[in-house]
């Protein structure tokens, strides 16, 4: 089975400019989660989706946006970059509810680097 | 809060050599427990998990037990390849009656040579 796909692998933009990640979550699974990873870090939880309502927010800009579609795939919208924001970003996946047997499948990452 | 400590690497290991990574947990609620694997370049991939108190996770070699007691989830493995070099993330999450985000560890950079 095809597992969570991101696109774009990886992404340059300029400081001020926009960006849009999508994720596309492993077939029949009904709730997202985004993560950010930088340089040499532990990824950080930014904020999830289950059932196309967000679920839960973590730390998360407020230049940020995502949403989660109908057929559940979803973006992340990132306006106003500044040099900082320069991460891998990670989706997964999950079916159910969300309880904690839920396991997470991560996709393979956007790379994104602002200039 | 929920927090997670790993111990620092980076772990450099002989081939064939016994692995140890150190996990130990903070949680508020009782969190499933999971090991996720990182290799170069590439996303985080499921290791294994434990879901409940005494569960033992395992999967390729690799073993971790929940223990409440000492709120530990310890990796371990054997006998180390060289394949197995790779960043070692310990998670939790608590279940919140709706997606439940996991916290990771700040990882573990695990280096085996020959």
């Known amino acids: 089975a095809a597992g969570v796909i991101q696109s774009p692998r990886h992404l340059i933009k300029e400081k001020r400019e926009t960006a849009t990640l999508k994720c596309y979550p492993i077939?029949?699974?009904?709730?997202v989660y985004w993560y950010q990873q930088g340089p040499g870090q532990d990824p950080q939880f930014l904020i999830s989706?289950?059932?196309?309502?967000?679920?839960d927010k973590g730390s998360i800009p407020d230049r940020f946006s995502a949403q989660q579609f109908s057929d559940y795939h979803s973006e992340l919208n990132m306006s106003s970059l500044e040099l900082g924001d320069s991460a891998l970003y990670f989706c997964?996946?999950?079916?159910?509810?969300?309880?904690?047997?839920?396991?997470?499948?991560f996709g393979p990452g956007t790379r994104l680097t602002v200039l | 809060g929920n927090s997670v400590t790993q111990m620092e690497g980076p772990v450099t290991l002989s081939e064939e050599a016994f692995l140890t990574i150190n996990c130990t947990y903070t949680?508020?609620?009782?969190?499933?427990l999971f090991w996720y694997v990182q290799y170069p370049g590439e996303g985080l991939q499921l290791l294994l998990k434990?879901?409940?108190?005494?569960d033992k996770g395992s999967n390729k070699g690799f073993e971790a037990t929940y223990r409440k007691e000492t709120t530990s989830f310890h990796l371990e493995k054997g006998s180390v390849q060289v394949s197995d070099s790779a960043v070692y993330f310990c998670?939790?999450?608590?279940?919140?009656?709706?997606?439940?985000?996991?916290?990771f560890g700040t990882g573990t950079r695990l280096q085996v040579t020959l």
């Open positions: 997964a996946s999950s079916l159910g509810q969300g309880g904690t047997t839920d396991t997470q499948y």
């Open positions: 077939s029949r699974h009904d709730t």
């Open positions: 989706f289950y059932e196309k309502m967000q679920s």
């Open positions: 949680a508020t609620g009782y969190p499933s």
């Open positions: 434990a879901t409940k108190a005494d």
């Open positions: 998670a939790l999450s608590v279940n919140t009656g709706t997606a439940s985000k996991l916290t």
